[in-house]
């Protein structure tokens, strides 16, 4: 039963939404994308991804060295590196395999010289590979693209993204990767060839969501890949480098590809949560990233793998319930104009309370969650999801301690949206304002 007391705290700190004025010192709109994208922030693209310095600034603040820091909605890893750096062990978790994929390889820090060497005999390989390829055939043979014979949807949806020419390369240059023993250097290489496979397929190359561009300059895909691997080798080294002077190089820093409801985390084990959760009907990761999901089979087929993502359209079947007054005040106006809509976004508040009492489960007493989220409209509707996140997380036990407005710089978020859809447009073409401003919502266990 929820307590007076907390229904009074919520009404508090729904007012304090009203008062707070953007601070500026949160904004970081000095940095240039060389600082955001330091040592091994730039691996990989992933949408949404946290400025590094502003993880950095709340474990600093908020925990001390050996403490440990939990990240439940870790996309790329950003959070997971900056505590690594900062001496704090920490735990990541994500429903999404290419967020594992590419956490893994961030927070693996390689021993620079012997990088160097694997690379080099990758390389080698390749190119040998590649010579036998067109000593052997004039016209090169169009290989199994798995070690397992594939089903119909999965090859049709490569074949769809990808010129069979190109497909070939990439197929001698992944056989080359998947001998590799070693499997720090094994992830190294798989982030690296994820990352070139966008601008190998037909994927437009100024569009985040899966459209084509059947007109697209195509690269040679091992030159991209020699780019890359420079880049991550001239990354992974300054990384490594650092973690050695600060001493850091074996604390813990562990990513899991698990679902936010059930973390796979002891209770009161965990003293900072630092996160950005998925925002509702915004991003379908699941097609975002496909290219890597079908290429290393993490899904036999879309249609299964969107439902396991919070905030996707695919909510046919599920139950959630969000347990504040808000949300529901907001589904139902939502639902006089769009039922659909409003579906996707109740059940969406509804799986984030399951995240949050997860949350709750594994903090400490006197623990924190730093929770980073922006407000959204879907038509005239606005998504308070701020507000929301606090009304359930008071209702659970948390006290909201601080609330941070801060600006987004254009250049980091779309800051428009469609406002039929609530998805994410083009400036050119989106006409309702996504959230040009975002919350820092700070909340402590007691
Ligand atoms: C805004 S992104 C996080 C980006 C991250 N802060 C970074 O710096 O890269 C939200 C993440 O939530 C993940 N997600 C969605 N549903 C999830 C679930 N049920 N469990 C865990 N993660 C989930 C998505 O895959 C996505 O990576």
């Known amino acids: 039963?929820?307590?007076?007391?907390?229904?009074?705290?919520?009404?508090?700190?729904?007012?304090?939404?009203?008062?707070?004025?953007?601070?500026?010192?949160?904004?970081?709109?000095?940095?240039?994308?060389?600082?955001?994208?330091?040592?091994?922030?730039?691996?990989?693209?992933?949408?949404?991804?946290?400025?590094?310095?502003?993880?950095?600034?709340?474990?600093?603040?908020?925990?001390?060295?050996?403490?440990?820091?939990?990240?439940?909605?870790?996309?790329?890893?950003?959070?997971?590196?900056?505590?690594?750096?900062?001496?704090?062990?920490?735990?990541?978790?994500?429903?999404?395999?290419?967020?594992?994929?590419?956490?893994?390889?961030?927070?693996?820090?390689?021993?620079?010289?012997?990088?160097?060497?694997?690379?080099h005999r990758l390389l080698d390989a390749i190119r040998t590979g590649e010579e036998q390829l067109s000593l052997f055939s004039e016209e090169p043979q169009m290989p199994e693209y798995y070690p397992e014979p594939a089903e119909e949807n999965v090859q049709d949806r490569i074949r769809y993204w990808f010129a069979e020419p190109v497909l070939t390369r990439l197929w001698h240059i992944h056989q080359a990767i998947e001998q590799e023993q070693d499997e720090a250097v094994l992830y190294f290489f798989r982030c690296a060839f994820s990352n070139i496979l966008k601008p190998c397929s037909y994927w437009h190359n100024r569009s985040v969501k899966p459209t084509?561009?059947?007109?697209?300059?195509?690269?040679?895909?091992?030159?991209?890949?020699?780019?890359?691997?420079?880049?991550?080798?001239?990354?992974?080294?300054?990384?490594?480098?650092?973690?050695?002077?600060?001493?850091?190089?074996?604390?813990?820093?562990?990513?899991?590809?698990?679902?936010?409801?059930?973390?796979?985390?002891?209770?009161?084990?965990?003293?900072?949560?630092?996160?950005?959760?998925?925002?509702?009907?915004?991003?379908?990761?699941?097609?975002?990233?496909?290219?890597?999901?079908?290429?290393?089979?993490?899904?036999?087929?879309?249609?299964?793998?969107?439902?396991?993502?919070?905030?996707?359209?695919?909510?046919?079947?599920?139950?959630?319930?969000?347990?504040?007054?808000?949300?529901?005040?907001?589904?139902?106006?939502?639902?006089?104009?769009?039922?659909?809509?409003?579906?996707?976004?109740?059940?969406y508040f509804g799986e984030m309370r399951q995240c949050f009492t997860e949350m709750y489960r594994v903090l400490r007493e006197g623990g924190r969650a730093c929770i980073v989220i922006g407000n959204t409209a879907i038509g005239k509707v606005p998504i308070l999801n701020a507000q929301v996140f606090v009304e359930q997380m008071e209702g659970m036990g948390f006290v909201l301690e601080d609330l941070i407005l801060r600006e987004i710089p254009s250049k980091i978020l779309p800051t428009t949206r469609d406002s039929k859809t609530g998805k994410f447009a083009r400036v050119d073409d989106a006409d309702a304002h996504a959230y040009p401003h975002e919350y820092i919502l700070i909340l402590r266990k007691i």
Not at 62 to 71: I, T
Not at 81 to 89: D, I, Q, W
Not at 101 to 113: H, N
Not at 264 to 290: C, N, R, W
């Open 1 to 119: 039963m929820i307590q007076i007391g907390t229904v009074v705290n919520a009404r508090k700190s729904l007012l304090r939404f009203e008062q707070v004025t953007p601070d500026p010192s949160w904004a970081f709109d000095y940095l240039k994308p060389s600082q955001t994208g330091y040592l091994t922030h730039s691996y990989h693209r992933y949408p949404a991804k946290f400025i590094p310095q502003l993880a950095q600034r709340l474990i600093t603040t908020l925990s001390e060295p050996g403490e440990w820091v939990l990240d439940p909605f870790m996309g790329s890893g950003t959070t997971l590196v900056e505590a690594k750096l900062l001496g704090r062990p920490s735990v990541g978790v994500d429903i999404n395999p290419v967020a594992y994929l590419v956490s893994r390889a961030k927070v693996t820090p390689i021993p620079p010289g012997y990088l160097r060497e694997k690379v």
């Open 212 to 347: 084509r561009d059947l007109n697209k300059q195509i690269p040679d895909p091992l030159v991209l890949l020699q780019m890359q691997l420079r880049k991550m080798m001239k990354g992974n080294e300054q990384y490594f480098n650092r973690l050695q002077v600060h001493h850091v190089l074996d604390i813990p820093a562990i990513p899991y590809c698990a679902d936010a409801r059930a973390l796979p985390v002891e209770d009161g084990s965990i003293s900072l949560i630092v996160t950005s959760p998925p925002y509702v009907t915004s991003y379908e990761y699941a097609d975002l990233h496909q290219l890597t999901v079908l290429w290393y089979r993490y899904a036999q087929d879309l249609r299964e793998f969107r439902p396991q993502f919070i905030g996707t359209a695919a909510v046919n079947g599920k139950e959630a319930d969000a347990q504040s007054d808000l949300a529901d005040q907001i589904v139902q106006q939502l639902a006089q104009r769009n039922r659909k809509k409003a579906a996707e976004v109740a059940i």
